[in-house]
């Protein structure tokens, strides 16, 4: 069983940054590829990175490429998202999440195929 633990959200203007954190404990971290999902109200989590096991290949959703990046310290069992030129849009509760089995480390795989979540942390971008 493998806990996640987040931190880092809050308010800034559109153009800052952010960056996110995800701490985990009660498993082997590098045995877990991680993702960050998004969720505005009344909408389904939405995928926004991924990384492997070893952090040598992450994958972005569109809307995010370029500004947002995912990484990750597995000796401080510890997954992060640097979030920059962040815009409006950008608001919502952000996810992290762990998945044990990683058939295809090209593919991105959606909330469902993951395993363990944290508890969400309130990312709002203000115009």
């Known amino acids: 069983q493998v806990q996640l633990v987040q931190s880092g959200g809050g308010l800034v203007q559109a153009g800052q940054s952010l960056k996110l954190s995800c701490v985990a404990s009660?498993?082997?971290?590098?045995?877990?590829?991680m993702g960050w999902f998004r969720q505005t109200p009344g909408q389904e989590r939405e995928f926004v990175a991924q990384i492997s096991r070893t952090g040598v290949i992450e994958k972005y959703a569109d809307s995010v490429k370029g500004r947002f990046f995912v990484s990750r310290d597995n000796d401080k069992k510890t997954l992060y998202l640097q979030m920059n030129t962040l815009k409006p849009e950008d608001t919502a509760v952000y996810y992290c999440?762990?998945?044990?089995?990683?058939?295809?480390?090209?593919?991105?795989?959606?909330?469902?195929?993951?395993?363990?979540w944290g508890q969400g942390t309130q990312v709002t971008v203000s115009s």
């Open positions: 009660g498993g082997r971290f590098s045995d877990y590829g």
């Open positions: 999440a762990a998945k044990g089995v990683i058939p295809d480390l090209q593919a991105i795989y959606g909330p469902s195929e993951y395993d363990y």
